[in-house]
């Protein structure tokens, strides 16, 4: 079964400065997909950035990119010039594409001014 | 575009009792998915239905059930309710068009509180 980590159950982060969030996945699939979802105090869970598995490229979406590193199976994702709104839970989740998702446990940012 | 909507926001409902929830896709969508959120468990998959049929599956006892209209709205039923049900229960569709560009856009959820 497919499995997500986040070990990092909470952040802290001053504005402007540069965040990495964690995540390792276990699979055995070739084929999968790998998303970051946040999730504010309003509890609405909103896309954060997608990578598809077979692009090397890392996505990037304004100031959040993403490290993937297939062989080791990690994902993090990084924020750059954080924001008070960044503030959230953050998921990582795992699909193997029109798949349920698995989703981590997540991590909690905290952004001080 | 709109987004996804769910209703209602919060339910108050006692052991025992029935509950149904509703969901509507973004326009155009034919996916929606279920989740539920506890502070124990987690985000878990409970199902998925596309074209009006139930795709895929987790794993929840049977009172957990669902069904899709032939508009893409969606509900969700939970009998006999327990004091475990209470979570937050997550809505999300997407085109389920092409597996290289497919996302789920979430819904607000629906808070039920099982006294």
């Known amino acids: 079964a497919q499995t997500v980590t986040q070990s990092q159950p909470e952040m802290s982060v001053q504005e402007a400065e540069t965040v990495t969030l964690s995540c390792t996945y276990d699979?055995?699939?070739?084929?999968?997909?790998l998303f970051w979802y946040k999730q504010p105090p309003s509890r609405q869970m909103i896309l954060v950035i997608r990578?598809?598995?077979?692009?090397?490229q890392n996505a990037t979406e304004n100031r959040f990119s993403v490290n993937f590193q297939k062989a080791a199976k990690s994902f993090s994702l990084k924020i750059s010039d954080s924001q008070l709104g960044d503030a959230a839970m953050y998921f990582c989740?795992?699909?193997?594409?029109?798949?349920?998702?698995?989703f981590g446990t997540g991590t909690r940012l905290l952004v001080s001014p | 575009k709109a987004g996804v909507t769910q209703t209602p926001r919060y339910l108050i409902k006692t052991r025992g009792q029935q509950v149904t929830l509703s969901c509507s896709p973004i326009?155009?969508?034919?996916?929606v998915s279920w989740y539920q959120q506890t502070p124990g468990q987690g985000l878990q998959f409970l199902f998925e239905?596309?074209?009006?049929?139930?795709?895929n599956k987790g794993n929840f006892p049977g009172r957990f059930s669902g069904r899709q209209f032939s508009n893409s709205r969606s509900e969700m039923n939970v009998s006999t309710l327990e004091l475990g049900d209470s979570a937050l229960y997550l809505c999300?569709?997407?085109?389920?068009?092409?597996?290289?560009?497919?996302?789920?856009?979430f819904g607000p959820g629906t808070r039920l509180t099982v006294l």
């Open positions: 699979t055995s699939e070739s084929d999968y997909y």
């Open positions: 999300a569709s997407s085109y389920r068009l092409d597996k290289s560009t497919d996302t789920q856009y």
């Open positions: 326009s155009g969508h034919r996916s």
């Open positions: 989740a795992y699909s193997t594409g029109f798949q349920k998702l698995v």
């Open positions: 239905y596309f074209s009006e049929t139930q795709r």
């Open positions: 990578q598809e598995a077979y692009k090397q």
